[in-house]
């Protein structure tokens, strides 16, 4: 009775275990007898099903996983060794269930031989894998592709890794460098170093950043050096970062090196099954052995001591865990949380744990089961790229597929105007301008794996900003990582010097013809009156004389146009207080500006005085008054107002100025429009009402007086063209010629 109880409660431990138990004849076809109910919460189909159809089972499997599968079997038929094999298997959801069969074959009292095996799901350990095979990789490649020297030596200072670019500083190969001491490969270099490896490993502390100055082959050479203790499982083993900064030092001293860091890859992650009773009493009754290894305790310390786990949780996640556990009870919902843990040496380690609560028929918690998986190296992994991630200078994005936001450092979060939260879950393509389409970008860089390029971002606030961006595919399954770079600062540079150069060649083109042909008009224009004094007015030659004369006026003035745009004109400059030149205007603003518009002026009374020449700034704000006139077609309003400035808009140059600006409520002007406005010959006007030669010559005067003209206009708003004009410092009139170079 007593053998018989003890298999009951053994089946009884087995079924509540999270893993599903079976046995199959040892033939060829592998009938199975018996399947545990387990399967059904597993893979979502019953047991029956399976017992009602030898291939049944072999349906489920992947097609590529069938034929290892098979051969396992009949491996362990054949030779009776113990079978583990993995392979994967379609639920009934359609989900894809990675297991590990495990498995023996035994002869029974029956004299029959028979296989009884367990299938466990390793689905979540195999993810864990793939993402330690990835970090394995990414250090693998950061330490072999690395421009900075990196090396590895054990205890007795004996190089166990190198990488290409320390061997190179050392002139020697890295199959040469390895088991080799420093002493061996550069005597020089080690006598510096060697006592610095010894206080090292004397304290256990790290050395950073030590600048080392040595002579070899006759040449001095200047490193910025790391030294740290690597802890591994069997021995301690010291690092160093080397970088030759001879260059740098040479060129300039103060320059320093960044640290580079290295860290150890971590072995296979263990994996630890658990089952715990609640109700009657609290107590472990089933744990895998794995757990010595994790841990440090054995297997009796935990079936015999119901207070170790409380002990090994660290007290600052205990009721953390503890609350979470309850709220999974609560619901029904199985427990999943990493968290922090003491192991009997006293170290600190993350685990996850995942575990799922059993209930009885009244719906009372009655047992725990779950697994346990060390994930110490992938936190710490974790906080070193956050850390970097946070405190990058550049923008940096993770996308999801869709190219939606997964994360954002700070400097994305200030890029885009939102905060973390708020881009998550947001996609790129809503910050593009519109008639960008982002989507083929998207499929592109998928397909492709990397992107560069630049486009337009509308910022929440709806400013617009010009970025450079680079990216990278599949930095993480589903993940992709982009970087972008602010640079609309740099291209308003760019565009205002190639416009100041265009304007400029333009203008000494214009300027040098204009004042050629200016001298040509004098002499049409001398013998032009002459002729009209010569000849009996009413006559057809004093007529004609008339017209000359008049023609070549009007020679005159466009020449005057050109050349103020090419700057050559002669001014005649004077300290001038800007309000009296506005209302000097008077009648001609009125005559300009037409009867059905009103004009109105607000004027500074504490405007600064300027030094212009008078004439041509009361041409410049003609020429403005007559754009606006244009502008409104001759019906509201124009406002003329005067004001004081500390800078000149764009901040690129500080000071004091004097501002004369005109407002117009008209149509406004399209960016397109504003970017060509000052270019010679450019106009939106309709043809035949007028050359383009107005706001560009206006342009001309505003520069040649030490000023400029800045426009802010909207389609649908109306203009203002403002006038800045250098302070003047006071003083009374003073009349000069100023000419050009």
């Known amino acids: 009775m007593s053998s018989t109880h003890s298999r009951e409660r053994g089946g009884m431990l087995v079924e ?24 059904e919460a597993l893979f ?9 159809d030898d291939a049944f089972w072999f349906s489920r499997l992947a097609k590529e996983d069938v034929t290892h599968y098979r051969a396992a079997l009949e491996h362990l038929r054949l030779t009776h060794e113990p079978m583990s094999v993995e392979y994967r298997v379609t639920a009934g959801d359609g989900r894809e269930v990675w297991v590990r069969d495990v498995a023996v074959i035994a002869r029974e009292d029956d004299g029959e031989l028979y296989i009884h095996g367990y299938l466990s799901d ?38 166990t890794r190198v990488n290409d670019a320390l061997a190179r500083l050392n002139g020697i190969t890295v199959a040469d460098f390895v088991g080799r001491t420093l002493a061996e490969v550069s005597p020089a270099v080690a006598v510096i170093v060697d006592p610095i490896l010894a206080e090292v490993q004397r304290t256990g502390v790290a050395i950073r950043d030590l600048e080392l100055e040595a002579v070899s082959d006759g040449e001095r050479f200047v490193t910025l050096a790391s030294f740290f203790p690597i802890e591994t499982e069997s021995e301690t ?36 099954t658990y089952v715990t009773e609640i109700e009657p009493a609290y107590r472990t009754i089933f744990v895998s052995p794995q757990i010595e290894e994790l841990f440090g305790y054995a297997v009796e310390d935990w079936l015999a001591d119901i207070h170790l786990w409380e002990r090994v949780v660290h007290p600052e996640d205990l009721p953390i865990v503890n609350r979470a556990e309850a709220e999974a009870r609560e619901r029904h919902e199985p427990f999943e949380l990493e968290y922090r843990v003491f192991r009997a040496d006293g170290s600190i380690g993350w685990v996850l744990d995942r575990m799922e609560t059993v209930y009885d028929a009244d719906g009372v918690a009655r047992t725990e089961r779950g697994f346990l998986i060390d994930v110490t190296e992938r936190r710490q992994s974790e906080q070193m790229f956050r850390a970097v991630f946070d405190n990058a200078f550049e923008a940096v994005l993770l996308l999801d597929d869709d190219g939606c936001f997964v994360d954002a450092n700070a400097a994305a979060s200030a890029l885009f105007g939102l905060s973390r939260d708020e881009l998550a879950g947001r996609p790129i393509s809503g910050f593009a301008e519109p008639g960008f389409d982002i989507s083929e970008h998207w499929r592109g860089f998928l397909s492709s794996g990397e992107a560069t390029g630049a486009y337009v971002l509308v910022r929440s606030d709806g400013a617009r900003r010009s970025i450079e961006y680079s ?50 008009l004098t002499a049409i224009r001398g013998y032009a009156q002459l002729l009209v004094a010569r000849t009996a007015p009413g006559s057809p030659e004093h007529h004609d004389a008339t017209q000359i004369d008049l023609a070549a006026g009007r020679a005159a003035d466009l020449t005057a146009q050109l050349l103020a745009l090419g700057q050559r004109q002669t001014l005649q400059a004077q300290v001038v207080d800007l309000n009296r030149l506005v209302e000097e205007l008077g009648e001609m603003a009125g005559r300009i500006v037409g009867d059905t518009l009103e004009v109105t002026y607000d004027l500074d009374p504490d405007v600064c005085r300027v030094r212009v020449d008078p004439a041509q700034i009361q041409q410049v704000l003609l020429n403005l008054l007559a754009n606006a006139a244009d502008a409104t077609a001759g019906h509201g309003s124009i406002v003329v107002r005067t004001a004081n400035a500390r800078s000149l808009p764009d901040g690129h140059e500080d000071g004091a100025f004097a501002v004369v600006s005109v407002e117009d409520f008209g149509g406004g002007l399209d960016e397109g429009a504003i970017e060509n406005l000052f270019e ?15 706001l560009a010559a206006s342009y001309g005067i505003a520069k040649q007086s030490g000023g400029t003209i800045v426009v802010d206009s909207e389609v649908g708003r109306g203009s203002v063209f403002s006038v800045y004009l250098p302070d003047a410092g006071g003083g009374g009139p003073e009349r000069v010629t100023e000419t050009p170079d």
Do not use: C
């Not at 019953?46 to 009602?52: F, G, R």
């Open 16 to 39: 509540r275990l999270p893993l599903v138990t079976y046995t199959l004849r040892s033939e060829p076809s592998f009938p199975p007898l018996y399947v545990s109910p387990q399967l």
């Open 44 to 52: 979502g189909f019953p047991a029956l099903a399976i017992m009602a």
């Open 122 to 159: 390793v689905t979540r350990e195999k993810t864990l894998e793939r993402e330690l095979a990835a970090e394995r990789a990414q250090a693998a490649a950061f330490f072999r592709d690395s421009p900075v020297g990196l090396g590895i030596t054990d205890a007795e200072g004996r190089y």
């Open 237 to 272: 083993q010291y690092g160093r970062l080397v970088m030759d900064i001879t260059a740098q030092r040479r060129a300039e001293r103060e320059r320093a090196a960044a640290e580079q860091r290295y860290r150890a890859l971590i072995e296979q992650l263990p994996f630890v």
């Open 471 to 520: 990216a990278k595919a599949h930095v993480l399954p589903g993940r992709h990582l982009t970087v972008l770079r602010d640079v609309t600062e740099r291209r308003g540079l760019e565009r205002e010097l190639w416009r100041a150069h265009k304007l400029e060649s333009v203008g000494r083109l214009a300027g040098g013809v204009a004042h050629d042909f200016n001298n040509m």
């Open 680 to 694: 010679p010959f450019f106009t939106t006007k309709a043809v035949g009402h007028g050359v383009g030669l107005g």
